[in-house]
Each structure stands twice: as C-alpha cells, then as structure tokens.
Nanobody, 120 residues
C-alpha cells in the first residue's frame, strides 16, 4: 500500500504561518489530483484544497485568501502554505492523491496526517 509522506505541522500562534509538504511516488505524482483534507476533533474530515495535474485549484471558502497550494512535479511534492492562521484551523491535516493508471487502476492514497495547532 502506497503511503504519502507529510511534514511541516506544528504549533503556531494565531496570525502565524506554517507550510506543509507531502511527497508522493514519482511514478504517479505528475498525473495525480493532489489534495489536502483536515479533520478537527469531533468533526468530519473536510476538503481544504485540491490541485489538478495541470495546476487548477479548488479551495474551501474558509481558507480562500489565506492558504495556497502548489505542486513541484520535479520533486513529486505538494505544498500547503498556510498564512493568517486561526484557532479554527486546528486539525490533523491529511494529504491525498487520486488518479488512475493502467498498472494500478484507480488509486486513492493518503498520508498519515500531521497535526496543526493554532493557539489564540
């Protein structure tokens, strides 16, 4: 089972910034739809932002203007730059990769999650 490797979470004060990274297998990264989800305690996992292989993005309203997703196909890594963080952004953030190949068929891979805590 393929697992994505995340890094960059931590504790930050409100108004601060963090950058999350997620590395995916080189063999699928450039063709994959990559996304960040988050799950706060007692809440359902929700989509934060997704980015297609061509660079089109879709942000949740709650993070528009504050978060920026980017991808580096040469490094097989997707990033989430989070600025102006709020306490309500506190959650475990998960990286997700979906797509299809002849060899794998349809795939849907997840990272292990990284904790982001924003103090007020």
């Amino acid at each position: 089972q393929v697992q994505l490797v995340e890094s960059g979470g931590g504790l930050v004060q409100a108004g601060g910034s963090l950058r999350l990274s997620c590395a995916a297998p080189r063999s699928i990264f450039s063709i994959s739809l990559m996304a960040w989800y988050r799950q706060a305690p007692g809440k359902q996992r929700e989509l934060v932002v997704g980015i297609t292989s061509s660079g089109s993005t879709n942000y949740a309203d709650s993070v528009k203007g504050r978060f920026t997703i980017s991808r580096d196909n040469a490094k097989s890594t997707v990033y989430l730059q989070m600025n102006s963080l709020k306490p309500e952004d506190t959650a475990v953030y998960y990286c997700n990769s979906v797509g299809w190949t002849i060899g794998r068929g349809k795939y849907d891979y997840w990272g292990q999650g990284t904790q982001v805590t924003v103090s007020s």
